[in-house]
């Protein structure tokens, strides 16, 4: 049974789920072990390199599953999916979050609560009599999700080894696609305890092993991930805010290194009196946004850039160092050195 694809190579359905664009992060270095390439895949997946760039950018869901299964096609691996989840890094906020959580429960819980932080997947974790069961799915509208469920999958596998060992396997999984012609590379990842055609994407575990401690558990930087995540869901379900085309301006103003209120009223094709007013009808002043901005855009490249503290202070708008680091104790309770210090010990937590 293959995966739904048109001759343009899309599903002739429509779909508003969306993912982080870390996602293909790892994605062409993968294909550089079976001797592929990714631009010809990103191509006829209308993806664009410029899309990339920015590891926080939306994706359309349907286009990265259509991505995996292009890959599957290209490589002649119908494991594409499954592979890519196990072997592919992310330094997001829900790697962090995840693996600074306190236990597994926690952990899970956690990427389940935020999981729209970086994308539209459905996911619920519930306890029956000794057990624990992770539920999965996407919009009935979304094609191609065999590799996608794979990759998917695999992910939430990795979160569970990472407290309970590599050599750990669930107590059973069940998948919404077909089962494989081959299913070696199942059994030999997952145990031989898989079912396909099932109603929902799941993984069942038993109760005891949500109470392993992660490994690398840290309540100063949970906390911290925790309070940028409900900030964040916070922000996505007012995304019809008139507000959100004020942030925008403000940080195509400051990625070009010019702020203020001019500035920002030129960028958005209005008076500055009318910027004014607009603020003043939701609340708020440009001062109180242009911080607010700062603060998420400084987040993003703490957490997921790898820029120097002083190209990170100047893409916010501080000229010197010092000020951008007693911002950043305004903002997040902790010096941008201590942060960047914990991450680094950290590792990829993802």
């Not at 072997?87 to 906020?93: C, G, L, R, S, Y």
């Not at 407290?163 to 919404?176: F, I, K, N």
């Not at 503290?309 to 010096?335: C, H, K, M, N, P």
Request: hydrophobic share 40%; glycine share 6%.
């Amino acid at each position: 049974m293959a995966d739904l694809i048109t001759e343009e190579g899309v599903s002739p359905f429509a779909s508003n789920a969306r993912i982080r664009a870390d996602v293909l992060s790892g994605f062409a270095q993968m294909l550089k072990t079976y001797g592929s390439a990714p631009v010809p895949i990103l191509a006829k997946a209308s993806i664009s390199a410029q899309s990339l760039e920015d590891p926080f950018n939306w994706l359309p869901l349907e286009k990265f599953g259509l991505v995996l299964t292009l890959a599957a096609q290209a490589t002649g691996d119908p494991c594409f999916g499954l592979k890519y989840g196990s072997a592919a890094t992310f330094a997001n906020p829900l790697g962090y979050l995840t693996a600074s959580a306190p236990d597994l429960r926690t952990a899970l819980r956690s990427l389940i609560h935020y999981q729209h932080v970086v994308s539209s997947n459905v996911a619920s974790l519930s306890e029956p009599s000794g057990a624990a069961r992770i539920e999965w799915t996407y919009p009935v509208t979304i094609g191609n999700v065999v590799q996608l469920t794979d990759f998917v999958l695999m992910r939430f596998l990795l979160r569970i080894q990472t407290a309970a060992g590599p050599s750990w396997r669930p107590l059973s999984v069940g998948v919404t696609h077909h089962e494989p012609r081959d299913r070696e590379e199942y059994d030999r990842r997952l145990g031989a305890r898989i079912a396909f055609d099932q109603s929902y994407n799941s993984i069942v575990i038993a109760g005891a092993t949500l109470n392993l401690p992660m490994p690398n558990a840290d309540p100063n930087l949970f906390n911290l991930v925790a309070r940028f995540c409900e900030q964040e869901l916070a922000q996505q379900k007012s995304e019809e805010d008139p507000l959100n085309r004020v942030r925008d301006a403000i940080l195509r103003c400051l990625q070009r290194g010019n702020t203020g209120p001019k500035r920002v009223a030129d960028e958005l094709g209005i008076a500055p009196g009318s910027l004014h007013r607009l603020l003043k009808s939701q609340g708020t002043s440009f001062q109180r946004l242009f911080d607010d901005t700062r603060r998420r855009l400084a987040h993003r490249y703490l957490f997921e850039s790898s820029l120097t503290l002083t190209d990170i202070a100047q893409r916010v708008g501080y000229s010197e160092l010092s000020a951008f680091s007693r911002a950043a104790r305004r903002w997040f309770g902790a010096s941008p050195r201590s942060i960047r210090r914990n991450l680094t010990n950290f590792g990829e937590a993802a």
